[in-house]
Each structure stands twice: as C-alpha cells, then as structure tokens.
Antibody, heavy 115, light 106 residues
Framework: EVQLVESGGGLVEPGGSLRLSCAVS????????MTWVRQAPGKGLEWVSVIYSSGSTYYADSVKGRFTISRDSSKNTLYLQMNSQTTEDTAVYYC?????????WGQGTLVTVSS | EIVLTQSPATLSLSPGDTATLSCRAS??????LAWYQQKPGQAPRLLIYDASKRVTGIPARFSGSGSGTDFTLTISNLEPEDFAVYYCQHRGNSWTFGQGTKVEIK
C-alpha cells in the first residue's frame, strides 16, 4: 500500500525557515516525480515544486530562490526547505506523486507564517 | 503559461441530479487534463486522467470528456458523498490547477 506522510509544519515568523518532510512507503521516492502542492486557507491548489526521477528540480515563481526540494533515497523521504518565508506562504502543504496527474497524496501539513 | 478556468464556481444540486463541470484552458492542452475531488480537511483525490480515463476504484458515475481547450467532468446520479470541491489540472512546464468548482447540496 502506498503512503505519503508529511511532517514538519508549524508556526514560523516572517523571514524564518522551516523544513518539511514527506515519508514515502510503497514505492521508491527516486523512481517517481515527487511534488509539493500547497493550499492557502479557503483557497485553491497551487503547485510549488517538483523533483523528477532524474533529479532535476523546478519551482513555482512564487517560491523560486527561497524554497529547495530534495530527496533522500536511503530514507525514502522527500523534503522541502523553506527559507525567507512570508505570510503568503501560510498554507497546508501536500506532497504528491505521479506523472502528468498526481495519483498519490499525503494528508498535508499546516505551515503558518505569522509574528 | 496555461491558465485553467473552471465554471461555475458553485453548483447547487440535489442528490440524484447530474452535475456538469467545465474546465477551459487558455490554449490547447491536447488530452492532458486531470480531475480531482477534495472534501473538507482531506487531500485531493485523483478521479480522471488523460481527460477521460477513470482511476481504478472511482465509480462509473464519474466521467470526463473533452480535448484541446474545453473539458467536462460529469457526475451522474449524485450521491451524498459527491458533494465536494472539484479541480481540473494540467501538467505543462509545471502543474497548473483550475480555481475549483464547489458542488453543494441544494
């Protein structure tokens, strides 16, 4: 059975940093596209970042230069390092996997950026 | 960058009705479009991919159609558990989502 379990969310002050983790079971994290998608309170879905099986990474313009996606195959875990956070980054962050469509999702972790 | 526009924003229907949700792309996406269902407090769930292919385990009352720039998700004979928000999505250089359509109980 495939499971994606996010952790690491919480309250952070503007300008601060947080690292999210997504522990994967049921497949090897390095063999599939792994993405982060976020959802601000009461809003729609916004793609944040992807790491391809090749290791190539891409980011939404809204987070480029501030967020870094990575993976650790030995731990079968996906990460999102978030720096220089603003209140606009407040959202539930989901890790998700798939190709053109995202067929596996975690339950999400809430990140609140506030002073 | 491709923009996906969903309509209507809200659909008020009764159980047993048929829901017709629209997703329009700002330029052709061929057949590369997916639909998701999201219930409050839950992660999105993939329903349809490649415009019309139903994910294993998704009931047959969910169907997708369209190509190019105009796509439709049809939910026949609405069940109580179908009242939720639905998003369309395309993967080009990045994953783009529509703004969502809420199907609510009338």
């Amino acid at each position: 059975e495939v499971q994606l379990v996010e952790s690491g969310g919480g309250l952070v002050e503007p300008g601060g940093s947080l690292r999210l983790s997504c522990a994967v079971s049921g497949f090897t994290v390095s063999t599939r596209y792994m993405t982060w998608v976020r959802q601000a309170p009461g809003k729609g879905l916004e793609w944040v970042s992807v790491i391809y099986s090749s290791g190539s990474t891409y980011y939404a313009d809204s987070v480029k230069g501030r967020f870094t996606i990575s993976r650790d195959s030995s731990k079968n875990t996906l990460y999102l390092q978030m720096n220089s956070q603003t209140t606009e980054d407040t959202a539930v962050y989901y890790c998700a996997s798939g190709g053109a469509a995202l067929d596996f999702w975690g339950q999400g972790t809430l990140v609140t950026v506030s002073s | 960058e491709i923009v996906l526009t969903q309509s209507p924003a809200t659909l008020s229907l009764s159980p047993g009705d048929t829901a017709t949700l629209s997703c329009r792309a700002s330029q052709s996406v061929s057949g590369s479009l997916a639909w998701y269902q999201q219930k409050p407090g839950q992660a999105p769930r993939l329903l349809i991919y490649d415009a019309s292919k139903r994910v294993t385990g998704i009931p047959a009352r969910f169907s997708g159609s369209g190509s190019g720039t105009d796509f439709t998700l049809t939910i026949s004979n609405l069940e109580p558990e179908d009242f939720a928000v639905y998003y369309c999505q395309h993967r080009g250089n990045s994953w783009t989502f529509g703004q969502g359509t809420k199907v609510e109980i009338k």
